[in-house]
Nanobody, 127 residues
Framework: QVQLVESGGGLVQSGGSLSLSCAAS????????MGWFRQAAGKEREFVAA????????KYADSVKGRCTISRDNAKNTGILQMNSLKPEDTAVYYC????????????????????WGQGTQVTVAS
Protein backbone atom coordinates (compact mmCIF):
# COMPACT_ATOMS: atom_id res chain seq x y z
CA GLN A 1 0.00 0.00 0.00
CA VAL A 2 1.24 3.47 -0.91
CA GLN A 3 -0.21 6.64 0.62
CA LEU A 4 -0.02 9.88 -1.33
CA VAL A 5 -0.40 13.46 -0.13
CA GLU A 6 -0.45 16.41 -2.52
CA SER A 7 0.49 19.97 -1.68
CA GLY A 8 1.24 23.22 -3.44
CA GLY A 9 -2.12 24.09 -4.90
CA GLY A 10 -3.64 27.55 -4.63
CA LEU A 11 -4.84 30.63 -6.47
CA VAL A 12 -2.67 32.09 -9.21
CA GLN A 13 -3.12 34.67 -11.95
CA SER A 14 -3.27 33.64 -15.57
CA GLY A 15 0.26 33.25 -16.87
CA GLY A 16 1.61 32.39 -13.44
CA SER A 17 3.28 29.25 -12.14
CA LEU A 18 2.69 26.66 -9.46
CA SER A 19 4.66 23.67 -8.26
CA LEU A 20 2.67 20.74 -6.93
CA SER A 21 4.29 18.13 -4.72
CA CYS A 22 3.29 14.56 -4.01
CA ALA A 23 4.71 12.87 -0.94
CA ALA A 24 4.56 9.08 -0.94
CA SER A 25 4.70 6.89 2.15
CA UNK A 26 4.00 3.30 3.08
CA UNK A 27 5.34 0.49 0.91
CA UNK A 28 7.62 2.76 -1.07
CA UNK A 29 10.44 0.23 -1.22
CA UNK A 30 8.83 -1.25 -4.32
CA UNK A 31 9.01 0.36 -7.73
CA UNK A 32 6.10 2.61 -8.63
CA UNK A 33 5.28 4.93 -11.48
CA MET A 34 3.68 8.27 -10.66
CA GLY A 35 1.12 10.32 -12.46
CA TRP A 36 -0.89 13.50 -12.16
CA PHE A 37 -4.52 13.83 -13.10
CA ARG A 38 -6.99 16.66 -12.76
CA GLN A 39 -10.70 17.03 -12.46
CA ALA A 40 -12.52 20.25 -13.21
CA ALA A 41 -15.99 20.89 -11.85
CA GLY A 42 -18.54 18.84 -13.76
CA LYS A 43 -15.94 17.02 -15.83
CA GLU A 44 -14.24 13.66 -15.88
CA ARG A 45 -10.85 13.17 -14.28
CA GLU A 46 -8.23 13.52 -16.99
CA PHE A 47 -4.59 12.66 -17.42
CA VAL A 48 -2.01 15.44 -17.05
CA ALA A 49 1.44 13.86 -16.81
CA ALA A 50 3.24 10.69 -15.75
CA UNK A 51 6.77 9.58 -15.00
CA UNK A 52 8.42 6.20 -14.84
CA UNK A 53 10.06 4.79 -11.73
CA UNK A 54 13.49 5.52 -13.20
CA UNK A 55 12.48 9.06 -14.07
CA UNK A 56 13.87 8.65 -17.56
CA UNK A 57 10.50 8.42 -19.30
CA UNK A 58 7.68 10.94 -19.12
CA LYS A 59 4.39 11.53 -20.87
CA TYR A 60 2.19 14.62 -21.03
CA ALA A 61 -1.31 15.46 -22.11
CA ASP A 62 -1.36 17.64 -25.21
CA SER A 63 -3.13 20.35 -23.24
CA VAL A 64 -0.14 20.85 -20.92
CA LYS A 65 2.77 19.84 -23.11
CA GLY A 66 5.43 22.54 -23.10
CA ARG A 67 3.97 24.17 -20.00
CA CYS A 68 4.35 21.43 -17.40
CA THR A 69 7.29 19.36 -16.21
CA ILE A 70 6.99 16.24 -14.10
CA SER A 71 9.89 15.00 -12.03
CA ARG A 72 10.58 12.79 -9.03
CA ASP A 73 13.11 12.20 -6.28
CA ASN A 74 13.02 8.54 -5.27
CA ALA A 75 15.35 9.13 -2.33
CA LYS A 76 12.73 11.47 -0.88
CA ASN A 77 9.70 9.56 -2.19
CA THR A 78 8.46 12.76 -3.78
CA GLY A 79 6.98 13.70 -7.12
CA ILE A 80 6.77 17.23 -8.52
CA LEU A 81 4.57 18.79 -11.17
CA GLN A 82 5.87 22.20 -12.23
CA MET A 83 3.22 24.16 -14.06
CA ASN A 84 4.00 27.35 -15.99
CA SER A 85 2.00 29.73 -18.17
CA LEU A 86 -1.15 28.68 -16.37
CA LYS A 87 -4.51 29.32 -17.98
CA PRO A 88 -8.00 29.58 -16.49
CA GLU A 89 -8.84 26.25 -18.12
CA ASP A 90 -6.17 24.64 -15.93
CA THR A 91 -8.43 25.24 -12.93
CA ALA A 92 -9.17 21.88 -11.33
CA VAL A 93 -8.46 19.58 -8.43
CA TYR A 94 -5.12 17.93 -9.13
CA TYR A 95 -4.54 14.37 -8.01
CA CYS A 96 -1.32 12.45 -7.60
CA UNK A 97 -1.45 8.76 -8.43
CA UNK A 98 0.91 5.80 -8.22
CA UNK A 99 1.04 2.19 -9.34
CA UNK A 100 3.46 -0.63 -8.75
CA UNK A 101 5.56 -1.53 -11.76
CA UNK A 102 7.97 -4.32 -12.59
CA UNK A 103 9.85 -2.45 -15.28
CA UNK A 104 11.41 0.88 -14.34
CA UNK A 105 10.67 2.46 -17.74
CA UNK A 106 6.90 1.97 -17.74
CA UNK A 107 4.84 5.20 -18.00
CA UNK A 108 1.15 4.45 -17.42
CA UNK A 109 -1.23 7.23 -18.45
CA UNK A 110 -4.72 5.83 -18.13
CA UNK A 111 -6.74 6.49 -15.04
CA UNK A 112 -7.48 2.81 -14.58
CA UNK A 113 -3.76 2.01 -14.60
CA UNK A 114 -3.34 3.54 -11.17
CA UNK A 115 -4.13 1.86 -7.87
CA UNK A 116 -3.17 4.55 -5.38
CA TRP A 117 -4.53 8.08 -5.25
CA GLY A 118 -4.06 11.17 -3.14
CA GLN A 119 -6.86 13.37 -1.85
CA GLY A 120 -6.18 16.13 -4.35
CA THR A 121 -5.16 19.77 -4.21
CA GLN A 122 -7.13 22.66 -5.69
CA VAL A 123 -5.57 24.82 -8.39
CA THR A 124 -7.45 27.94 -9.39
CA VAL A 125 -6.23 30.18 -12.20
CA ALA A 126 -7.81 33.61 -12.28
CA SER A 127 -8.16 35.41 -15.60
Amino acid sequence: QVQLVESGGGLVQSGGSLSLSCAASGRTSSRYAMGWFRQAAGKEREFVAAISWSGSNTKYADSVKGRCTISRDNAKNTGILQMNSLKPEDTAVYYCAARDVIFSYIVPYRRDDYAYWGQGTQVTVAS
